[in-house]
């Protein structure tokens, strides 16, 4: 069958021959019709315990042996996944599609959404709160700003270093206020944004950013941590963090039940408010340029069909 193949550490994919999975005990076959990319495949696809070669795992939405269309996460049995003509998953992560949910919107609300949900939630944001999204610009970034305004934020700010992509937050009406980060002080100018101080960080890139935004919080703040495209390691004042409580969140780490709730609850939020990402579609065959522009940042949600 034909898939985008990473054949080593570090090689981006190439389309190519795979063997196709053959059925398993306890896992779904699925004929695959669109799949997703996201920063975790590009930062997943080289851990230590990857098996080579392997195909990008990405998320996906595609049809079982009964014809049924559903979405899979990124949990596809290695070393298959969701950039091929089949894949093999574990039926608990194969969750049936509404069929007024088309297939970018059912992976849009998969990892992205619920990467951004859960810690919102976490967080506990309460009515008139101002929320601050670090790395405002990329996927989650865009969902957690439309998240916060409907779990009740007052203000909402986003922050990144395009200021192309930045000046889209605006324009959309998805940011009150944008800050542009990268430059000589971007405590000072976090600081300026959030005027009394943020309430809630949604930080999805760590390393610097987060180490500026800490300053820019007021007493009580909480902030959650999801990504670290900025860097994995900080080094942390103690005195940015006393009065301020700390959450590092991990969604991919809950059980299936609960992640096809969350889900399931996300679509509907979609559809009741119009959650939207700008989509960037690619040909399958693409499927190495769709990796190197998911790793420069696409500012959009990219997806490829799969089944011609
Ligand atoms: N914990 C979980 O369960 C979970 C679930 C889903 C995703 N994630 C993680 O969440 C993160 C975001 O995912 P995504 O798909 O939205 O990624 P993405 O599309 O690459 O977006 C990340 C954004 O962060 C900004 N950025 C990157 N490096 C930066 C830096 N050094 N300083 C400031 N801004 C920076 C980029 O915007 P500019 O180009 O404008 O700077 C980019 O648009 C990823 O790290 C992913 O692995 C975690």
């Not at 935004?213 to 009580?220: V, Y």
């Not at 902030?223 to 991990?250: E, K, Y």
Request: hydrophobic content about 45%; proline content about 5%; charged content about 20%.
């Amino acid at each position: 069958m034909r898939a985008a193949i990473i054949s080593e550490r570090n090689a981006p994919p190439a389309i190519g021959d795979f063997p196709e999975p053959q059925p398993k005990d306890g896992c779904v076959l699925i004929d695959v019709d669109t799949a997703g990319l996201g920063g975790w495949d590009v930062l997943g696809a080289y851990r230590l315990g990857v098996g080579y070669p392997c195909v990008i795992r990405g998320e996906g939405v595609g049809r079982n042996a009964d014809g049924q269309r559903v979405y899979f996460g990124e949990r596809s049995v290695q070393p298959w996944g969701a950039w091929a003509e089949r894949t093999l998953v574990p039926v608990e992560e194969v969750w049936a599609v509404p069929d007024d949910v088309d297939d970018r919107t059912a992976i849009l609300m998969g990892i992205a959404a619920t990467g951004a949900l859960v810690p919102l939630e976490s967080a506990k944001v309460q009515a008139g709160e101002s929320v601050l999204v670090l790395g405002a610009t990329g996927t989650l970034g865009q969902l957690g700003l439309q998240l916060a305004r409907i779990l009740g934020a007052g203000r909402v700010i986003g922050a990144a270093r395009s200021a192309t992509a930045l000046a889209h937050l605006k324009e959309n009406g998805l940011a009150d206020d944008v800050v542009q980060l990268g430059g000589a002080d971007d405590a000072a100018a976090l600081k300026t944004a959030g005027g009394a101080g943020f309430d809630v960080v949604l930080d999805l890139v760590c390393g610097a950013p987060l180490l500026a935004a800490l300053k820019a919080t007021r007493w009580g703040a909480r902030i959650v941590t999801v990504g670290t495209g900025a860097g994995r390691q900080v080094h942390l004042d103690m005195a940015d963090l006393l009065f301020r409580t700390l959450s590092v969140i991990g969604t991919g780490q809950r059980p299936p039940a609960d992640r096809q709730q969350i889900w399931r609850r996300l679509l509907g939020m979609s559809r009741e408010h119009g959650l939207q990402v700008p989509q960037a579609e690619y040909a399958f065959e693409d499927a190495a340029r769709a990796w190197s522009d998911q790793k420069a940042g696409p500012h959009a949600k990219i997806t490829a069909r799969v089944r011609r």
